[in-house]
């Protein structure tokens, strides 16, 4: 094994290891808020799209597994994360849990073969506008109500850095280009929405 190919498979032993508690922070600050301003929930079941897509996309190839065992980390603590948003925005309900199970009935069929990947291929390319789509709803959402209390800055700074890393990863692993493109456009934005998170943080009262 050269260096360059064990600097990356450390990398990718990192960046599991940050993905195994990178959504946490905004979870527990969730539950410890009750609140969910400046938390878009659109942007969230964007987030959610994207890496559903992107999980079965690199288990049909048959890439490796230290190359994207992120993705289904995350989206366990993503379900759980919009579990807490639409409790807290009192949108729990009947069809809350008739859309998880269509989701979860959509994603299976991708996962066993019961859908062609030829489809994931076409929806692959499309993750990248859609996750970036998500940072840049949630982004908007933070300009727009000055206000990221219930926003997790540290969540924001392990996206960043993870999806940083990944761009070496996948290009050592595969070279992928709409992996690398995916990653790299979410580098920027992810960010641009810690930074922003920081700013805002503890917004002015106004008296008046």
């Given at each position: 094994?050269?260096?360059?190919?064990?600097?990356?498979?450390?990398?990718?032993?990192?960046t599991?290891?940050?993905?195994?508690?990178?959504?946490?922070?905004?979870?527990?600050?969730?539950?410890?808020?009750?609140?969910?301003?400046?938390?878009?929930?659109?942007?969230?079941?964007?987030?959610?799209?994207?890496?559903?897509?992107?999980?079965c996309?690199?288990?049909?190839?048959?890439?490796?597994?230290?190359?994207?065992?992120?993705?289904?980390?995350?989206?366990?603590?993503?379900?759980?994360?919009?579990?807490?948003?639409?409790?807290?925005?009192?949108?729990?309900?009947?069809?809350?849990?008739?859309?998880f199970?269509?989701?979860?009935?959509?994603?299976?069929a991708?996962?066993?073969?019961?859908?062609?990947?030829?489809?994931l291929?076409?929806?692959?390319?499309?993750?990248?506008?859609?996750?970036?789509?998500?940072?840049v709803?949630?982004?908007i959402?933070?300009?727009?109500?000055?206000?990221?209390?219930?926003?997790?800055?540290?969540?924001?700074?392990?996206?960043?850095?993870?999806n940083?890393?990944?761009?070496?990863t996948?290009?050592?692993?595969?070279?992928?280009?709409?992996?690398?493109?995916n990653?790299?456009?979410?580098?920027?934005?992810?960010?641009?929405?810690m930074f922003?998170?920081?700013?805002?943080?503890?917004?002015?009262?106004?008296?008046?």
């Amino acid at each position: 094994m050269g260096a360059l190919e064990f600097i990356a498979d450390f990398l990718s032993i990192i960046t599991i290891s940050l993905c195994l508690i990178l959504k946490i922070p905004q979870i527990i600050n969730l539950v410890k808020l009750k609140s969910t301003v400046g938390i878009n929930l659109y942007a969230l079941l964007l987030e959610l799209t994207s890496y559903t897509v992107m999980t079965c996309y690199n288990y049909c190839n048959n890439y490796s597994l230290l190359s994207y065992m992120e993705y289904p980390i995350i989206l366990v603590q993503q379900i759980i994360l919009i579990f807490l948003v639409l409790k807290y925005m009192g949108f729990l309900g009947m069809n809350s849990f008739a859309l998880f199970g269509l989701y979860i009935g959509i994603t299976g069929a991708f996962v066993f073969g019961l859908l062609p990947k030829t489809i994931l291929a076409v929806l692959a390319p499309m993750c990248t506008p859609i996750s970036a789509s998500s940072k840049v709803v949630q982004l908007i959402e933070i300009l727009r109500t000055r206000n990221s209390e219930s926003i997790s800055v540290l969540t924001w700074f392990l996206s960043a850095f993870t999806n940083f890393t990944r761009v070496f990863t996948i290009y050592m692993d595969s070279a992928d280009v709409t992996l690398l493109v995916n990653f790299s456009v979410s580098v920027f934005l992810s960010s641009s929405i810690m930074f922003s998170a920081m700013y805002y943080k503890h917004p002015k009262r106004s008296y008046f």
